[in-house]
């Protein structure tokens, strides 16, 4: 049986699309079907062609009605495609639009979902997830009971697909019949720190919790951050109190960044924001309680007052990296 | 506007790492001495919707799907000040999977009668499932937008504001609708005040049960056919952290700063 994997083309054949093609790969290898990846969205041929080196067939949904993401047209048209399809599984990143649109797509397609897996496996011809569950505190393995299994998958657990030796894949531009009336229409929209590198991405993050006491403080952490190439998040707790925008929220319900270095300054380590870090190389902490629980994970760390270390903190690198 | 917003009860999920144990048996978490609370994306939903009701008017409908001890997470709603509020009897699985879940409550929905607007927490704090608003869409046959902080009631239609990976979008949707909801610094759910409390004590709680919502309540009893638990464990994962050492503040932060360049250097 057949593995879809479902890449939006408003971003880049990157590391998450990556790992779920790689994550397709061998699913596709131990059902013994083929590796077939579905490009939807405004026309991307960059991303087409990088998908053609490691899928066994492309299938571009770039027709007029798919020119910006709306949830009702594309759920539509992935809805069609899968039927087409009839996969064994379809699988998707972790990204907005593919939690948004996974569950539904599942629905329609009388399947099964399962969302955030780190881990895939067949059991007696039935398809099995590990995600991790109690905000982080446990882990668990899921048997989807129904077929096709959609899935969204934390990208960057996985390998990225190897390329074929073989000749690229076909491309192919199924017509899909999108006219229809949605009930919802998507009318402005806004990235902020646009052009920025992803903090999905970042090598270097200083992350900022309650404990810095107010937005004004940031600015400081951006200093530092400056200093060694850094990018800034936050705890939620910093975001609910808005002094940072919720785009820089880590943990179970905001990014899974995997840094090799994540600075947590004056934040806790609850286990909601550990799960968003569990692939950080190195974990180091500034904090002036030595029983926080965000010790536990780190490699180094210092029990000491921020306003105290962060003055310090940018002499000392400034120095260190002339 | 009929609103109708869904509450999960849950084990706290502030109880500690070092308190949290397993039971490898019934594949779930032991609860000991922890308290079952309302999932905190719910309480967002709820502290949303209460916005939205004092700009628009309209009746606030609290629905939870639980064993008896969901009362609790009625009556706070009821504090936080929701007009009516309605509790579906689970009296069989303890975790159904999110297709039973999603199916029970539009069920229960359809009772309800007419409504314009369910909003749902975008996950919960102890599965982490994250499907149940998407599935109840489906189930009503009503369109979903996810990850909402922000409603509005715009000249056609309500206008809705959703967060994405880098920023927001902005929707314009015709009702019914249901919308997932995030937090963000203006849905930090409002602590309901003492005289209220007391109130909430005395209003109605409508019960319902798994048969009088006409559901198949053998399939869902027996935990839903969407998919199953089969393994559950808690990974160890312990590091050990060196905490910088020397006499002096300077003398420590200089190691803090050698050692980010040190592992900055290497990556
Ligand atoms: C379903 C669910 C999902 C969640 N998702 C997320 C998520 O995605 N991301 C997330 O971050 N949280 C999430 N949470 C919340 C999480 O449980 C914690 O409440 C939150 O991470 C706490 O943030 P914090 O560590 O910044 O604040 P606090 O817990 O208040 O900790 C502040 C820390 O700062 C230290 N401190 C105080 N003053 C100073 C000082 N002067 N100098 C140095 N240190 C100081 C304190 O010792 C303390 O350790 C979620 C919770 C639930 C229930
Ligand atoms: N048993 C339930 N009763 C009422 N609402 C629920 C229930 N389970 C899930 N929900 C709703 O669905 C949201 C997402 O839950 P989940 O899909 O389980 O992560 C929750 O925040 C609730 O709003």
Same mark, same amino acid.
């Given at each position: 049986?057949?593995?879809?994997?479902?890449?939006?083309?408003?971003?880049?054949?990157?590391?998450?699309?990556?790992?779920?093609?790689?994550?397709?790969?061998?699913?596709?290898?131990?059902?013994?079907?083929?590796?077939?990846?579905?490009?939807?969205?405004?026309?991307?041929?960059?991303?087409?062609?990088?998908?053609?080196?490691?899928?066994?067939?492309?299938?571009?949904?770039?027709?007029?009605?798919?020119?910006?993401?709306?949830?009702?047209?594309?759920?539509?048209?992935?809805?069609?495609?899968?039927?087409?399809?009839?996969?064994?599984?379809?699988?998707?990143?972790?990204?907005?639009? &593919?939690?948004?649109?996974?569950?539904?797509?599942?629905?329609?397609?009388?399947?099964?979902?399962?969302?955030?897996?780190?881990?895939?496996?067949?059991?007696?011809?039935?398809?099995?997830?590990?995600?991790?569950?109690?905000?982080?505190?446990?882990?668990?393995?899921?048997?989807?009971?129904?077929?096709?299994?959609?899935?969204?998958?934390?990208?960057? $657990?996985?390998?990225?697909?190897?390329?074929?030796?073989?000749?690229?894949?076909?491309?192919?531009?199924? $017509?899909?019949?999108?006219?229809?009336?949605?009930?919802?229409?998507?009318?402005?929209?806004?990235?902020?720190?646009?052009?920025?590198?992803?903090?999905?991405?970042?090598?270097?993050?200083?992350?900022?919790?309650?404990?810095?006491?107010?937005?004004?403080?940031?600015?400081?952490?951006?200093?530092?951050?400056?200093?060694?190439?850094?990018?800034?998040? $936050?705890?939620?707790?910093?975001?609910?109190?808005?002094?940072?925008?919720?785009?820089?929220?880590?943990?179970?319900?905001?990014?899974?960044?995997?840094?090799?270095?994540?600075?947590?300054?004056?934040?806790?380590?609850?286990?909601?924001?550990?799960?968003?870090? &569990?692939?950080?190389?190195?974990?180091?902490?500034?904090?002036?309680?030595?029983?926080?629980?965000?010790?536990?994970?780190?490699?180094?760390?210092?029990?000491?007052?921020?306003?105290?270390?962060?003055?310090?903190?940018?002499?000392?690198?400034?120095?260190?990296?002339? | 506007?009929?609103?109708?917003?869904?509450?999960?009860?849950?084990?706290?999920?502030?109880? *500690?790492?070092?308190?949290?144990?397993?039971?490898?048996?019934?594949?779930?978490?032991?609860?000991?001495?922890?308290?079952?609370?309302?999932?905190?994306?719910?309480?967002?939903?709820?502290?949303?919707?209460?916005?939205?009701?004092?700009?628009?008017?309209?009746?606030?409908?609290?629905?939870?799907?639980?064993?008896?001890?969901?009362?609790?997470?009625?009556?706070?709603?009821?504090?936080?000040?929701?007009?009516?509020?309605?509790?579906?009897?689970?009296?069989?699985?303890?975790?159904?999977?999110?297709?039973?879940?999603?199916?029970?409550?539009?069920?229960?929905?359809?009772?309800?009668?007419?409504?314009?607007?369910?909003?749902?927490?975008?996950?919960?704090?102890?599965?982490?499932?994250?499907?149940?608003?998407?599935?109840?869409?489906?189930?009503?046959?009503? *369109?979903?937008?996810?990850?909402?902080?922000?409603?509005?009631?715009?000249?056609?239609?309500?206008?809705?504001?959703?967060?994405?990976?880098?920023?927001?979008?902005?929707?314009?949707?015709?009702?019914?609708?249901?919308?997932?909801?995030?937090?963000?610094?203006?849905?930090?759910?409002?602590?309901?005040?003492?005289?209220?409390?007391?109130?909430?004590?005395?209003?109605?709680?409508?019960?319902?049960?798994?048969?009088?919502?006409?559901?198949?309540?053998?399939?869902?009893?027996?935990?839903?056919?969407?998919?199953?638990?089969?393994?559950?464990?808690?990974?160890?994962?312990?590091?050990?952290?060196?905490?910088?050492?020397?006499? &002096?503040?300077?003398?420590?932060?200089?190691?803090?700063?050698?050692?980010?360049?040190?592992?900055?250097?290497?990556?």
């Amino acid at each position: 049986m057949d593995i879809l994997i479902i890449s939006f083309s408003n971003s880049d054949y990157d590391r998450a699309a990556q790992g779920v093609a790689g994550a397709g790969r061998n699913l596709a290898t131990v059902l013994g079907g083929r590796l077939r990846a579905v490009v939807i969205g405004p026309g991307n041929a960059a991303m087409n062609s990088r998908l053609a080196a490691v899928a066994d067939e492309v299938i571009v949904a770039d027709q007029a009605e798919l020119a910006e993401y709306q949830p009702e047209i594309f759920l539509q048209a992935l809805t069609s495609i899968c039927r087409d399809a009839a996969p064994a599984a379809v699988l998707f990143g972790n990204d907005t639009y &593919s939690q948004e649109l996974a569950p539904r797509l599942a629905h329609r397609l009388s399947g099964s979902a399962a969302g955030d897996g780190i881990e895939l496996a067949v059991d007696n011809g039935a398809i099995r997830v590990r995600r991790s569950v109690y905000g982080g505190k446990a882990v668990a393995t899921i048997e989807l009971k129904r077929s096709p299994a959609v899935l969204w998958l934390r990208a960057r $657990a996985f390998e990225p697909a190897p390329e074929k030796d073989s000749a690229t894949a076909a491309i192919t531009r199924p $017509a899909v019949d999108l006219s229809m009336r949605a009930p919802t229409q998507i009318i402005e929209r806004k990235s902020e720190g646009a052009g920025e590198a992803r903090l999905e991405d970042a090598r270097v993050i200083i992350s900022g919790g309650r404990g810095l006491g107010g937005p004004e403080p940031f600015a400081d952490l951006q200093d530092v951050a400056g200093l060694i190439g850094a990018q800034l998040a $936050a705890s939620r707790a910093a975001c609910d109190s808005g002094w940072c925008p919720p785009s820089w929220q880590v943990g179970q319900t905001g990014k899974k960044v995997a840094p090799g270095l994540y600075i947590a300054v004056a934040i806790r380590g609850a286990s909601q924001h550990m799960a968003g870090i &569990s692939d950080a190389r190195v974990i180091a902490a500034i904090n002036i309680d030595a029983d926080a629980p965000i010790f536990k994970h780190c490699r180094f760390g210092i029990v000491e007052d921020y306003k105290n270390v962060i003055p310090l903190l940018k002499e000392k690198l400034a120095a260190l990296q002339r | 506007m009929n609103i109708i917003v869904c509450l999960k009860q849950i084990l706290d999920p502030e109880v *500690p790492a070092r308190d949290f144990r397993i039971d490898a048996e019934k594949k779930e978490a032991v609860r000991g001495t922890a308290n079952l609370v309302t999932n905190i994306f719910c309480e967002n939903a709820l502290e949303t919707a209460l916005q939205l009701r004092e700009k628009t008017g309209g009746r606030i409908t609290a629905l939870v799907f639980a064993p008896e001890s969901g009362e609790d997470a009625l009556r706070k709603a009821l504090a936080m000040k929701a007009d009516e509020a309605v509790l579906v009897i689970n009296d069989g699985h303890p975790h159904p999977d999110p297709l039973a879940v999603a199916h029970v409550l539009a069920a229960a929905i359809s009772k309800i009668g007419v409504f314009d607007l369910v909003m749902v927490g975008r996950e919960s704090g102890d599965w982490g499932v994250g499907q149940t608003g998407g599935l109840l869409a489906e189930e009503l046959g009503v *369109p979903c937008i996810s990850f909402v902080d922000n409603l509005e009631n715009g000249t056609d239609g309500l206008i809705v504001t959703r967060q994405t990976d880098n920023g927001w979008e902005k929707a314009r949707s015709t009702t019914p609708l249901v919308v997932t909801i995030t937090n963000n610094e203006y849905n930090v759910p409002r602590i309901p005040k003492t005289r209220d409390i007391m109130m909430s004590a005395r209003q109605p709680i409508t019960r319902l049960t798994l048969d009088e919502i006409g559901v198949d309540a053998a399939s869902i009893r027996a935990g839903g056919n969407y998919y199953e638990i089969v393994d559950i464990s808690i990974p160890v994962k312990e590091v050990t952290c060196e905490f910088v050492t020397g006499d &002096s503040l300077d003398e420590r932060v200089d190691q803090f700063a050698k050692r980010i360049i040190e592992v900055t250097q290497a990556l």
